[in-house]
């Protein structure tokens, strides 16, 4: 049997760009997926019993980091054909009331909206977009090396264009990510708009953890392409780096599900795009057992559950302008968001869940046919919930678009318990493979200091390694560039250009 050079384990977005960065360098790679479908968390699906023609995306809908991350941005996917649409308002956060705080990708657009908060916003959000290259660099970088910080930031003075950007990113996470994050803002329409960013990481809050991803995410809703939706969905991203992989020697097998290591062909390095778990299950014996030990102290976070809608037509939200937001956070006040995130920490379903909304023909109007369009939603619950959310998402919706349910012609819901079934990296529904703790999105899987490198030829990759949960690749491209220098001693990094 030909001895390859790697073997990639999963074809995720962090599996792809670990592929596509070791084949650039002239590797020979094979993905082995255990699914019929390459993609991961980025797949796009058609759901024959809700509707012949729509296209459902699985799992991520919304891509603010598809043009924003290191990777990415290198591997350049509009030049590739991937167009990403940003709507006139990334994100919208209705309240009782006929209210709503809306994210608008002009800062100017949205500090007017939010009245008396508008200057506020302006004072933190402002600085974080207009340096977004900085703050993405920290945020997406390896939590480890100057080089994996620097990932995207270039020139001479790199890194003392980091330090500024640094300052204010940090201090805006002790802000917001602590007791005085009630201080900045005087309308329940900005805190509550800043907190269904917070609540992605689905942990109690306030928590720095929630305030880095709020942070970032809501400063690049101001930068440049704002919250992007990939026009077809998803897997487009995907396809292309499919596309890529295959064009420079490397192959995708599905349907190869890796349980020990003997399902692995000879390879020199194996990159595991798993959880730490599969790793465990399939390299443990060749992992030293310090670390074996702190790979089984990694922590599963709480879940989603997954509804996937048909509509006949848009969703009437109360407030008109929330209908040009591809995504809204429906959770109501900061307050409510507090306390159904509280519930979900303590185990139990709260009465009023948070529920992301996606509705992607806002910016990809392709994805209405036959009169009807797909809506993308999911919940907040604990981990391992066997519950149909059905009916507490339409609730929540109907609270704040009245006469939701009559457009509503077909449905249904992945329960958080079922979330393997299609991906085996959101064990019991933890969407963000590992509890999206502060300490666990630095310290991710593990504190030592190489957090890719499990033993010798034997890489994590996946988004239980920093930088953590999304769809920008990095995962794969530092432990990729890592497995590059050590185990093939190549120094120089591979261009991503088409
Ligand atoms: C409902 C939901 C909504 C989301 N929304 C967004 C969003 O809007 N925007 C965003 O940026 N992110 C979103 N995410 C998160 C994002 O999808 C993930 O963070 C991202 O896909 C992680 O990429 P990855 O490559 O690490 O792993 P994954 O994309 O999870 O891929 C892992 C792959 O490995 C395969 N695999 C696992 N074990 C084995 C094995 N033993 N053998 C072979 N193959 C194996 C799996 O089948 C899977 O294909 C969402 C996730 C979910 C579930």
Same mark, same amino acid.
């Given at each position: 049997?030909?001895?390859?050079?790697?073997?990639?384990?999963?074809?995720?977005?962090?599996?792809?760009?670990?592929?596509?960065?070791?084949?650039?360098?002239?590797?020979?790679?094979?993905?082995?997926?255990?699914?019929?479908?390459?993609?991961?968390?980025?797949?796009?699906?058609?759901?024959?019993?809700?509707?012949?023609?729509?296209?459902?995306?699985?799992?991520?809908?919304?891509?603010?980091?598809?043009?924003?991350?290191?990777?990415?941005?290198?591997?350049?996917?509009?030049?590739?054909?991937?167009?990403?649409?940003?709507?006139?308002?990334?994100?919208?956060?209705?309240?009782?009331?006929?209210?709503?705080?809306?994210?608008?990708?002009?800062?100017?657009?949205?500090?007017?909206?939010?009245?008396?908060?508008?200057?506020?916003?302006?004072?933190?959000?402002?600085?974080?977009?207009?340096?977004?290259?900085?703050? %993405? $660099? &920290? *945020?997406?970088?390896?939590? @480890?090396?100057? !080089?994996?910080?620097? /990932?995207?930031?270039?020139?001479?003075?790199?890194?003392?264009?980091?330090?500024?950007?640094?300052?204010?990113?940090?201090?805006?996470?002790?802000?917001?990510?602590?007791?005085?994050?009630?201080?900045?803002?005087?309308?329940?329409?900005?805190?509550?708009?800043?907190?269904?960013?917070?609540?992605?990481?689905?942990?109690?809050?306030?928590?720095?953890?929630?305030?880095?991803?709020?942070?970032?995410?809501?400063?690049?809703?101001?930068?440049?392409?704002?919250?992007?939706?990939?026009?077809?969905?998803?897997?487009?991203?995907?396809?292309?780096?499919?596309?890529?992989?295959?064009?420079?020697?490397?192959?995708?097998?599905?349907?190869?599900?890796?349980?020990?290591?003997?399902?692995?062909?000879?390879?020199?390095?194996?990159?595991?795009?798993?959880?730490?778990? %599969? $790793? &465990? *299950?399939?390299?443990?014996? @060749?992992?030293? !057992?310090?670390?074996? /030990?702190?790979?089984?102290?990694?922590?599963?976070?709480?879940?989603?559950?997954?509804?996937?809608?048909?509509?006949?037509?848009?969703?009437?939200?109360?407030?008109?302008?929330?209908?040009?937001?591809?995504?809204?956070?429906?959770?109501?006040?900061?307050?409510?968001?507090?306390?159904?995130?509280?519930?979900?920490?303590?185990?139990?379903?709260?009465?009023?869940?948070?529920?992301?909304?996606?509705?992607?023909?806002?910016?990809?109007?392709?994805?209405?046919?036959?009169?009807?369009?797909?809506?993308?939603?999911?919940?907040?619950?604990?981990?391992?919930?066997?519950?149909?959310?059905?009916?507490?998402?339409?609730?929540?919706?109907?609270?704040?678009?009245?006469?939701?349910?009559?457009?509503?012609?077909?449905?249904?819901?992945?329960?958080?318990?079922?979330?393997?079934?299609?991906?085996?990296?959101?064990?019991?529904?933890?969407?963000?493979?590992? /509890?999206?703790?502060?300490?666990?999105?630095?310290?991710?899987?593990?504190?030592?200091?190489?957090?890719?490198?499990?033993?010798?030829?034997?890489?994590?990759?996946?988004?239980?390694?920093?930088?953590?949960?999304?769809?920008?690749?990095?995962?794969?491209?530092?432990?990729?560039?890592?497995?590059?220098?050590?185990?093939?001693?190549?120094?120089?990094?591979?261009?991503?250009?088409?």
């Amino acid at each position: 049997m030909t001895l390859l050079d790697a073997v990639v384990v999963g074809s995720g977005p962090n599996g792809l760009a670990a592929a596509v960065t070791l084949a650039r360098a002239g590797m020979g790679v094979r993905v082995l997926e255990a699914q019929p479908t390459v993609g991961g968390g980025s797949r796009t699906v058609r759901v024959p019993e809700l509707a012949d023609d729509l296209l459902f995306d699985l799992c991520s809908a919304v891509h603010p980091m598809a043009w924003a991350s290191p990777f990415l941005r290198a591997f350049d996917l509009g030049a590739r054909g991937v167009e990403l649409v940003a709507p006139e308002v990334a994100y919208a956060q209705p309240i009782d009331g006929g209210r709503a705080g809306l994210a608008f990708r002009d800062l100017d657009r949205t500090a007017e909206r939010l009245g008396p908060d508008g200057d506020a916003w302006r004072d933190l959000l402002g600085p974080l977009a207009e340096q977004w290259r900085q703050v %993405t $660099a &920290l *945020a997406l970088g390896d939590k @480890r090396t100057v !080089r994996g910080m620097l /990932a995207g930031v270039s020139g001479p003075a790199a890194l003392a264009s980091m330090v500024g950007p640094g300052l204010r990113f940090g201090s805006a996470v002790l802000e917001q990510g602590g007791p005085r994050w009630d201080r900045r803002f005087l309308t329940e329409e900005a805190k509550a708009l800043l907190t269904g960013v917070a609540a992605h990481n689905i942990t109690p809050l306030p928590s720095l953890g929630g305030a880095g991803t709020a942070l970032l995410l809501a400063a690049l809703a101001h930068a440049d392409s704002g919250w992007a939706i990939p026009v077809g969905g998803s897997q487009v991203i995907i396809d292309a780096l499919v596309r890529d992989l295959e064009a420079h020697g490397g192959t995708v097998e599905t349907g190869r599900r890796v349980a020990s290591w003997s399902d692995l062909p000879p390879a020199r390095a194996v990159l595991f795009d798993t959880t730490p778990a %599969t $790793a &465990l *299950a399939v390299a443990g014996d @060749r992992i030293g !057992r310090a670390r074996r /030990a702190a790979l089984r102290r990694f922590r599963y976070g709480n879940a989603a559950a997954k509804v996937d809608f048909v509509l006949s037509g848009p969703v009437p939200w109360r407030v008109p302008d929330v209908g040009r937001a591809a995504t809204v956070h429906v959770g109501g006040t900061r307050a409510e968001m507090v306390i159904a995130e509280d519930t979900v920490a303590n185990g139990l379903h709260a009465d009023r869940p948070t529920v992301l909304v996606s509705d992607p023909s806002v910016a990809d109007p392709g994805r209405v046919r036959g009169g009807v369009r797909p809506l993308w939603a999911y919940a907040h619950v604990p981990a391992g919930s066997p519950q149909d959310v059905t009916d507490e998402v339409v609730r929540q919706i109907e609270r704040f678009a009245p006469g939701f349910r009559d457009v509503v012609v077909g449905s249904r819901c992945i329960p958080a318990a079922e979330m393997e079934r299609h991906n085996e990296n959101y064990p019991g529904g933890d969407i963000s493979a590992g /509890a999206a703790t502060m300490w666990q999105m630095i310290a991710r899987p593990t504190s030592a200091p190489d957090p890719y490198l499990l033993a010798e030829g034997v890489y994590l990759c996946s988004a239980s390694t920093p930088p953590g949960p999304g769809v920008h690749g990095m995962g794969g491209w530092h432990a990729a560039r890592r497995a590059l220098r050590r185990e093939f001693d190549v120094r120089s990094e591979p261009s991503l250009r088409p």
